[in-house]
């Protein structure tokens, strides 16, 4: 009884390649390795390994020498965690920003976007991740520890919470902030409410909803 | 069976999600008339769907399917609404109690009185309301509805009514025992003994007694540890590790 119940979604149609036992030949291969992709099937890995195959020899090699490639240069950034090929990313590097602001994202998308507002000159931290415990993320998959590291180097006076409004979201800022007040620091959240030129009429309930539990002095 | 029938007006809860294939999501949800299944929401991720917002968990939806095998089709998701998101602290607690419905209920079974509990215990979790309190009215709901109810107020093995004075064991599937009766601690290691009256309030839902919080949740945590055969709690791991920071 409890097997059915702790049974995932996830897992549906997974070992459809893999199920006969024998080894894997090399169109196989390539194959089951086309599956990590996200979003990726069975059967889409099949169509791109035949698509790979058949009709973009040149590219294929191409790929395989790009993946290769970005798999032996690109590191974390020591300072931000972002991708970079240098020990520490231009942005880190760069004398023209803001080091006692620290803004934490989830993912590399996320500062793009960030940056791409024009509103902020501090630096970064993504922490290529969030908390999800019951996909069983918690502190130490995310290296929590080197964002406190990070933190906590005297120059950083505030760290701007820019995770996601989502539950995981929420729960990562909150435990980030309370890890970062204990150690001196001050923590701030991006605010959430209607869009830039939103409308009550056109605006989904949960957002006003949440907008009007959250009102302020005005 | 049931045939392709359409289920609608249904209020319910996503207690977790996982992405399936580009941009579907299947949802694992805790309806009240239908209990927990799993729902494929077609285009559930792509950037501009409508239920993107209404497909989180920790709040009440109306929610509408169809469909014939494991996974039925979601065909509608409304928000109801009516409280405010988890934030903080009771974050966590609510992964504990997704957590537990995910690894304890069994899928497609109805249970309304489990499902009018869980709603009020969110609902509680979302004001800021004593948490303890009522993580143990939930685990105590959800042990009776799985069939595990607690015996509480009488002596397993004397028939005695149990007395607040008195302390007891309390063994898994039998129920409180009476310190004193028992010659050697039962199976292994020892299990540290309970207050009568801690049961007695169990049984009442009376949590004012701070040794009964203690205690009740050092019984709850026995019993459904019990239950969980062997399967590690993610949330309690995280929660654990987050302290340790």
Known sequence: ?218 | MSGRQRIDGQIAWVLHSYPYSETSLIIDVFSRDHGRLPLMARGARRPRSALRGVLQAFQPIELAWFGAGEVRTLAKAEWVGGMPLLGGAALMLGYYVNELLLKLLPREDAHPALFDAYAASLQALSRGEAHESRLRLFEKTLLKELGYGLALERDAASGEPVLAGRHYQYLIERGPVEASSLPDAPEGAPVRSIRGKTLLDLAQDDYSDAQTLVESKALMRRLINHHLAGQPLQSRRVFIELQEL
């Not at chain 1, 119940?5 to 070992?15: E, F």
């Not at chain 1, 791409?116 to 908390?131: D, E, N």
């Not at chain 1, 701007?160 to 929420?170: D, K, Q, R």
């Open chain 1, 1 to 218: 009884m409890s097997s059915s119940a702790g049974s995932s979604g996830g897992a549906i149609g997974r070992s459809l390649g893999s199920s006969l036992g024998r080894s894997l030949g090399t169109l196989d291969k390539l194959i089951e390795a086309l599956r990590c992709l996200p979003g990726v099937g069975p059967k889409s890995a099949q169509r791109m390994a035949y698509h790979l195959l058949q009709r973009e020899r040149l590219a294929a090699a191409q790929l395989a020498d790009a993946l290769s490639e970005a798999l032996q240069r690109i590191v974390h950034c020591q300072r931000c965690n972002t991708f970079t090929e240098a020990e520490i990313c231009d942005r880190c590097a760069s004398g023209k920003r803001d080091p006692s602001l620290l803004c934490v994202v989830e993912m590399p998308v996320d500062l793009n976007m960030m940056e791409q507002t024009h509103a902020y000159m501090g630096l970064y931290y993504v922490l290529m991740g969030r908390l999800s415990p019951l996909d069983g993320i918690g502190p130490k998959e995310l290296r929590l520890d080197r964002l406190i590291e990070r933190a906590t180097d005297g120059v950083v006076r505030e760290v701007i919470m820019a995770t996601n409004f989502t539950n995981e979201g929420e729960a990562t800022a909150h435990y980030l902030s309370e890890l970062l007040h204990a150690r001196g620091l001050k923590v701030s959240r991006i605010a959430r409410g209607l869009p830039v030129g939103g409308e009550l009429e056109f605006t989904d309930a949960g957002t006003i909803a949440q907008a009007m539990f959250e009102r302020r002095d005005y």
